[in-house]
């Protein structure tokens, strides 16, 4: 008698034969890897030779006394301590620029949302004038423009004419510190293509829908905007936010062209980067300079860390 059990199909069917489990998916081989970090080869020797190095190289130097013709000296801190014990003009130009960013990124975010609720509406020829209000973004970091500020706000310049013709006596508002670091306030506010142009984009993602249900409940303009509109928007307008506060800090040339590079007059438009270019580039104390651009660094991430630290109590996503 034969030990071995056979299975039969059950009566009127066919036995079926049985199907192979699924072959597994292969795996990338290496081939595939060595080509893909082929490509990505110019991309990180850019990172290593254009970035990476650069920045370690600006900290160590930070540390030194470098002033581009000698070798570098070891300095320890000294340059650190030498900018807030013994260098007026560096808190000069902390003093400015802590000012132009206070005013500008909420005054440019203001404007810049109001024309982008108004280019929301429906109207003929919106993408033209959508485009027109985005042309200052393109034109106001150029020298040129900056030159053209300038020479608005001069003596002779269009503003006082202006005031002229209403019998309004006018100044050189460039030349006076009372009003020279508000007309680059100003230049600044005129920029306000980009983050309009963001905020037109998250204004197009709000549903209409509840626009109608606020108007049925009896909400006006205002009140649909400050209901429906802001926080829906607060995610845009973070970004934004943070995107300003780092760009004014990084300003430079405005104040280069129209103070023709000194920050005057009495220093009243002497930005940080501006301090920061006379130091290492007209003074030759690159290991300052160093120092003084890792300050900023520094500066930058604590106002984003602050940012992001608060956004967890205004601003809305809908997943939450």
């Given at each position: ?133 985005y042309i200052p973004s393109l034109l106001g970091g150029s020298v ?177």
């Amino acid at each position: 008698m034969s030990t071995s059990t056979e299975i039969s199909a059950p009566a009127g069917r066919e036995p079926t034969a049985e199907v192979p489990p699924p072959a597994p998916r292969p795996r990338p081989g290496r081939r595939t890897d060595r080509v893909a970090y082929l490509f990505l080869l110019p991309w990180f020797t850019g990172l290593l030779l254009l970035t990476a190095a650069p920045l370690l190289g600006s900290l160590y130097l930070s540390f030194t006394k470098f002033n581009l013709l000698q070798s570098p000296h070891w300095n320890g801190f000294g340059n650190y301590v030498k900018m807030f014990t013994d260098d007026p003009r560096y808190l000069q130009s902390l003093k400015v620029t802590f000012i132009y960013v206070a005013l500008t990124v909420p005054l440019q975010l203001g404007f810049a949302l109001a024309v982008a609720v108004m280019l929301n509406r429906p109207m003929r020829g919106m993408a033209l004038y959508r485009s027109i209000y985005y042309i200052p973004s393109l034109l106001g970091g150029s020298v040129a423009i900056a030159v053209i500020w300038g020479q608005l706000f001069d003596d002779d310049g269009v503003l006082n004419a202006f005031l002229a013709f209403f019998g309004v006596g006018g100044r050189s508002w460039i030349s006076n510190p009372d009003t020279a670091l508000y007309t680059l306030v100003l230049l600044n506010i005129w920029q306000f293509g980009s983050p309009m142009v963001i905020f037109l984009a998250g204004l197009k993602q709000i549903p209409q829908e509840l626009y109608d249900a606020a108007s049925v409940d009896g909400a006006n303009a205002w009140r649909r905007f400050w209901s429906v509109t802001v926080p829906l928007l607060t995610p845009i307008i973070f970004f934004n936010v943070v995107l300003q506060i780092i760009q004014a800090f990084q300003a430079f040339t405005p104040a280069y062209v129209v103070s023709g590079g000194s920050g005057g007059p009495s220093d009243s438009t002497l930005f940080y980067t501006l301090y920061l270019y006379q130091q290492g580039f007209t003074n030759l104390n690159m290991g300052y300079a160093s120092a003084m651009a890792w300050v900023l660094l520094l500066i930058i991430a604590i106002f984003t860390l602050i940012n992001f630290g608060l956004a967890r109590r205004w601003v809305y996503y809908e997943d939450r």
